[in-house]
């Protein structure tokens, strides 16, 4: 059984850029949840989704949106990229209030 | 704004046990204790959760204060491989709107041979 898979694993961008990230969910899960990780921090929740909708949303602005789709993947899209938004990026799937399993993660620079 | 204090870091020598604390002073009814440890460029990995009782499994036990303000992760014997960044998160699960989890700093642990 695969566990939560994310691509790509590594990624770099120029300021102003866009981004997309990608996430398939472990087998069974319906929810997928996004974080942030600066380096020497820990993970930041950005959004969850689930049915396809966003449930909820941290502090995070606009310029981080996603969707999900009707297989339960989702994509973390970022626009208008500043220097700040390099971080590891993760991706967390459960069942609708179930335990959350994190994948790899992306790893996202921006020069 | 995470709801727990961890202490920064903390050291432990192989094949000895570990108590990595966690206060939660403000928790609420409905949150639920959950721990996850991060490898060193690794997501993070989830290692234990409870809600009021004392909980065990392969990986740990968690012991949850009586009035649940506090609790510990208890690694029995600790090995080199379980060096990592210990997160003691509080998240409700009542509700679809409001089961985030916000981690804070966490507990780096070292594991001296």
């Known amino acids: 059984d695969a566990g939560v898979t994310q691509s790509p694993t590594h990624l770099i961008k120029t300021r102003g850029q866009q981004v997309t990230l990608r996430c398939s969910p472990k087998?069974?899960?319906?929810?997928v949840s996004w974080y942030q990780q600066a380096l020497g921090q820990g993970p930041q929740f950005i959004f969850q989704?689930?049915?396809?909708?966003?449930?909820q949303r941290g502090n995070f602005p606009d310029r981080f949106s996603g969707h999900q789709f009707p297989n339960y993947s989702s994509e973390l899209n970022v626009n208008a990229l500043l220097l700040g938004d390099s971080a590891l990026y993760l991706c967390?799937?459960?069942?609708?209030?179930?335990?959350?399993?994190f994948g790899p993660g992306t790893r996202l620079t921006v020069l | 704004d995470a709801k727990t204090t961890q202490p920064n870091s903390m050291e432990s020598n192989e094949e000895e046990p570990v108590h990595l604390p966690c206060n939660h002073s403000t928790i609420s009814g409905t949150d639920y204790i959950h721990w996850y440890r991060q490898l060193p460029s690794q997501g993070p990995e989830y290692v234990i959760h409870?809600?009021?009782s004392n909980v065990n499994n392969r990986m740990a036990s968690l012991a949850i204060a009586e009035d649940r303000k506090s609790s510990t992760l208890i690694l029995h014997r600790a090995t080199l491989r379980d060096a990592a960044v210990y997160y003691c998160?509080?998240?409700?699960?009542?509700?679809?709107?409001?089961?985030?989890?916000?981690f804070g700093a966490g507990t780096r642990l070292t594991v001296k041979p």
């Open positions: 998160i509080l998240r409700a699960r009542s509700n679809v709107e409001n089961n985030d989890m916000r």
């Open positions: 989704y689930y049915e396809e909708e966003e449930r």
């Open positions: 409870g809600l009021t």
């Open positions: 967390a799937s459960s069942a609708i209030l179930g335990t959350q399993y």
């Open positions: 087998s069974g899960h319906d929810t």
